[in-house]
């Protein structure tokens, strides 16, 4: 877990507002990965990054959730009209440019609750 | 699909007996597997990892085994302790550098004192 920093840890929304989610992989790490973990569940990908590219963003909803890691500052996961169901741990990891067996380290998550 | 999943969602040890965590995996073509430890409210933490093309890897105290034949892991823990009581997801990655990992439900280990 050392060195990806994300915030804010908790976050409270009502319904419609957006959330914004920021992550800081560590350092010397050029690829951003978020995830989405429910109560009880495992983690679900949403999304690879790389400075300026959206490399795969398979397990993103089609609507209102989009990420960006722009060449300066933090990846960004933004939620726009949140709803109910939002409400998950997102957990942001990092890794240095993908080789066989290359670790790819987590945060602490930001917890998101939609009332 | 791709799926990862764990065999049993909740294991009771006691103090200083030996842990084993399983995994099944379905996608043959998986290269890269890793163990993660989950503590209540944190991010996953790195145990251990292995390669498709090794079939076991020790750490400190930890032991992970995999059998391509079965598309199977598990984690071994030696001398199981309190502090190891946590949610433990085995995680693959597909092949061609996707970077993205498929994670299993995860298992819950309870170490009884």
């Known amino acids: 877990n050392a060195g990806v920093m994300q915030n804010p840890r908790h976050l409270v929304r009502r319904r419609g507002q957006e959330a914004r989610l920021r992550c800081s992989p560590m350092k010397g790490h050029s690829h951003v990965y978020w995830y989405r973990q429910l109560p009880e569940e495992g983690l679900k990908f949403m999304v690879y990054?790389?400075?300026?590219?959206?490399?795969?963003e398979s397990g993103m909803p089609k609507e209102r959730f989009s990420a960006e890691f722009p060449k300066e500052g933090p990846s960004i996961l933004r939620i726009q009209q949140v709803v109910r169901g939002d409400s998950a741990a997102y957990f942001c990891?990092?890794?240095?440019?993908?080789?066989?067996?290359?670790?790819?380290?987590f945060g602490e998550g930001s917890w998101l609750t939609v009332v | 699909g791709e799926s990862v999943g764990l065999h049993l969602p909740t294991l009771s040890v006691q103090e200083g007996d030996n842990s084993i965590i399983n995994c099944a995996y379905s996608n043959s073509a998986s290269d890269y597997f890793i163990w993660y430890k989950q503590e209540s409210g944190k991010g996953p933490q790195f145990i251990i990892d292995i390669r498709s093309n090794m079939d076991k890897r020790q750490g400190q105290r930890v032991t992970v085994l995999l059998n391509k034949t079965v598309k199977h892991l598990s984690l071994q823990i030696a001398a199981t302790q309190p502090g190891d009581s946590a949610v433990y997801f085995c995680?693959?990655?597909?092949?061609?550098?996707?970077?993205?990992?498929?994670f299993g439900q995860g298992t819950t280990l309870q170490v009884k004192p």
């Open positions: 990054l790389q400075k300026e590219n959206i490399i795969d």
């Open positions: 990891a990092s890794s240095p440019p993908l080789g066989t067996g290359n670790t790819i380290y």
């Open positions: 995680a693959e990655r597909g092949s061609g550098n996707t970077g993205k990992l498929i």
